[in-house]
């Protein structure tokens, strides 16, 4: 294992297999564990981060944060520049997103709250869930994607936004909505010969696009 304090510049650790635990570092943060966990506190800089098996933590980010797992779970808090992040079967969850974000999970849920940024978010199996807040002002599209599993979105009411959903095998999946939100759903033929469902929505005079689609789940 890998244990550093604070440090006051540029911080680079490499383990074969253990931990790495860092607290607070001013510079740059390129830390790589052949499969242990990675943890650190506040980055002032890049925060690379990359483990064959355990999971990822990370309170901050100066710039921009870039996490990497084969199978662990991902919790982030927030960065000054874009987010990746990325495991191959586990759990992704983002405190805050004030810049580009993408994330992917091949089998887990992702969690998101205060959404002031354009993310794009990706499970194979698993549910989305997401909190957008009027703190920011979404400047570009959003794209939430559920293979198996339920898209669950909050939205405040002034927000200026475009909602595209799309259910790809309707089946017993609905498209739930707030009784008061402008929600036109419609119906359409797949060429498998199933049922796929599209709803529609503009509120405040629309705005950038929000994408959701699930494959097999509901939208809420």
Partial sequence: HITVRDVAGELRATTAGGHITAANVEGDAILHSGGGHIRAGVVGGVAQLDTGGGNISIQRAGASLSATTTGGQVELGEAAGAIRARTGGGVIRVLRVTGPTTLETGGGSILLTRVQSAVHALTAVG?????????????????????????????????????????DMAGEHRIEAEPSFPMKVSYSNTPEGGRALRGECTLNGGGEVLKLRAVAGNIR
């Fill in 127 to 167: 549910t989305i869930t997401a909190w957008f807040t009027l703190d920011g002002k979404l400047v570009a599209p959003s794209h939430l994607e559920s293979r198996q599993g339920d898209i669950v979105v909050y939205l405040p009411r002034g927000l200026p936004i475009t909602i595209e959903a799309t259910i």
